[in-house]
């Protein structure tokens, strides 16, 4: 006598419904497409980002989402992000930290507040965000943390210069490392994701075609990202999908650092 099978629905496993993710720079960019992507797969999306304007109209776009705004230089502000989300929507069970800062400039113009924004945003803002969401996490029975580094953590940048940016997306890997292996057998992952070249603000001044010649011709893949292809990355490791990975990092570049 044969049996069948139960069936599978192998895309189940990407959902988040019932959990709550707060996503840094939800103002714009990819943090208003990553809130998007969490959305839609049904979680309870909180946006912090300084321009609490445009994170309003998200959250009219979104429904049951949440504002918060926040300004990540401000350990007070990123202590109250928490506080909030716990009193408004409850634990926050995915965190994607996506805020982050960067500017076209040669090392010896680049300035000393330049560097220390860059690392406060960058790498402290990450730190503290997942320290103070770590034990919530912990006593809902676990989360995913998600850094959205750059591949630009990986190798450096030049022609586009920017020292500080490389420096602090490289801190963000290792620092994933390290609270992966801190905090793996309290079931909290922590992972990073590393876009390559995608629309954003940053890349706004890439819109010329000297820009796109020069993404053509040295992207294995001879162009820019679309938003959506990092929606499959995120979903991955912000969901139980990758339930099995830990400090880890996931490269969706067109092949930028494979050469």
């Given at each position: 006598?044969?049996?069948t099978?139960?069936?599978?629905?192998?895309?189940?496993?990407?959902?988040?419904?019932?959990?709550v993710?707060?996503?840094?720079?939800?103002?714009?960019?990819?943090?208003?497409?990553?809130?998007?992507?969490?959305?839609?797969?049904?979680?309870?999306?909180?946006?912090?980002?300084?321009?609490?304007d445009?994170l309003?109209?998200?959250?009219?776009?979104?429904?049951?989402?949440?504002?918060?705004?926040?300004?990540?230089?401000?350990?007070?502000?990123?202590?109250?992000?928490?506080k909030?989300?716990?009193?408004?929507?409850?634990?926050?069970?995915v965190?994607?930290?996506?805020?982050?800062?960067?500017h076209?400039?040669?090392?010896?113009?680049?300035?000393?507040?330049?560097?220390?924004?860059a690392?406060?945003?960058n790498?402290?803002?990450?730190?503290h965000?997942?320290?103070?969401?770590?034990?919530?996490?912990?006593?809902?029975?676990?989360?995913?943390?998600?850094?959205?580094?750059?591949?630009?953590?990986?190798?450096?940048?030049?022609?586009?210069?920017?020292?500080?940016?490389?420096?602090?997306?490289?801190?963000?890997?290792?620092?994933?490392?390290?609270l992966?292996?801190?905090?793996?057998?309290?079931?909290?992952?922590?992972?990073?994701?590393?876009?390559?070249?995608?629309?954003?603000?940053?890349?706004?001044?890439m819109?010329?075609?000297?820009?796109m010649?020069?993404?053509?011709?040295n992207?294995?893949?001879?162009?820019?990202?679309?938003l959506?292809?990092?929606?499959?990355?995120?979903?991955?490791?912000?969901?139980?999908a990758?339930?099995?990975?830990?400090?880890?990092?996931?490269?969706?570049?067109?092949?930028?650092?494979?050469?």
């Amino acid at each position: 006598m044969s049996s069948t099978p139960p069936s599978l629905d192998p895309l189940s496993i990407f959902r988040l419904d019932g959990r709550v993710a707060i996503v840094t720079g939800a103002s714009s960019g990819l943090g208003v497409h990553f809130a998007r992507v969490l959305h839609a797969v049904g979680a309870t999306v909180v946006l912090a980002a300084r321009r609490v304007d445009r994170l309003q109209s998200l959250v009219d776009e979104l429904p049951g989402s949440i504002a918060i705004a926040t300004d990540l230089q401000e350990a007070a502000d990123r202590e109250r992000l928490v506080k909030e989300t716990i009193e408004r929507a409850g634990v926050p069970r995915v965190l994607v930290n996506n805020a982050g800062v960067g500017h076209k400039v040669a090392v010896e113009d680049e300035d000393l507040e330049t560097f220390r924004t860059a690392m406060e945003v960058n790498v402290t803002a990450i730190w503290h965000l997942s320290k103070l969401c770590a034990p919530h996490m912990r006593e809902a029975g676990g989360g995913s943390i998600v850094n959205v580094a750059s591949m630009f953590g990986i190798v450096g940048a030049s022609p586009v210069k920017q020292a500080h940016y490389c420096a602090s997306k490289g801190a963000v890997l290792n620092l994933t490392r390290e609270l992966g292996l801190q905090w793996a057998r309290r079931n909290i992952r922590v992972n990073s994701l590393c876009p390559g070249w995608f629309p954003s603000e940053m890349t706004e001044a890439m819109n010329d075609e000297a820009s796109m010649n020069f993404l053509r011709q040295n992207s294995p893949i001879p162009r820019m990202g679309e938003l959506s292809e990092l929606d499959g990355a995120l979903l991955l490791l912000a969901s139980d999908a990758s339930t099995f990975m830990t400090g880890q990092e996931v490269v969706v570049d067109g092949g930028w650092t494979a050469r």
